[in-house]
């Protein structure tokens, strides 16, 4: 059985399992400090994104992207309350997934 794009899902089957210890998280500075970057999926939905190393948040979002380390748990719990309800873990662009649109 084949599994979705990470981008389509709204959240991981139960069987699925993120990867253990804190995530790379994309943060934009705000009035408040930072916070979360949290992006558009090409349906439309609000998902929060995370990566697994700094080399892979680099790749995905340029060498200037700065970023927090958060759990798992925590960055749901932050993200959860300002509707987006996925999480995307490692996400990859290509021709054929539009990328994220930056919320």
Same mark, same amino acid.
């Given at each position: ?7 389509? +899902?709204?959240?991981? *089957?139960?069987?699925?399992? /993120?990867?253990?210890?804190? /995530? ?6 705000? =009035?408040?400090?930072? %916070? ?8 439309? !939905? ?11 948040? +680099?790749? +995905?979002? !340029?060498? !200037? ?5 958060? +759990? *798992?748990?925590? /960055?749901?719990? /932050? ?14 662009? %290509?021709?054929?997934? =539009? ?5």
């Amino acid at each position: 059985m084949s599994h979705p794009h990470p981008l389509y +899902a709204e959240d991981p *089957e139960p069987s699925d399992r /993120l990867p253990a210890g804190p /995530l790379f998280v994309p943060v934009r500075s705000g =009035p408040a400090g930072c %916070t979360a970057r949290l992006f558009r999926t090409p349906r439309g !939905g609000r998902i929060a994104v995370a990566f697994t190393s700094p080399q892979r948040l +680099a790749a +995905a979002l !340029g060498s !200037g992207q700065p970023w927090v380390r958060l +759990a *798992e748990p925590a /960055l749901r719990a /932050l993200a959860e309350p300002v509707g987006a309800t996925g999480l995307a873990v490692d996400p990859r662009f %290509t021709p054929e997934i =539009p990328p994220l649109q930056a919320v």
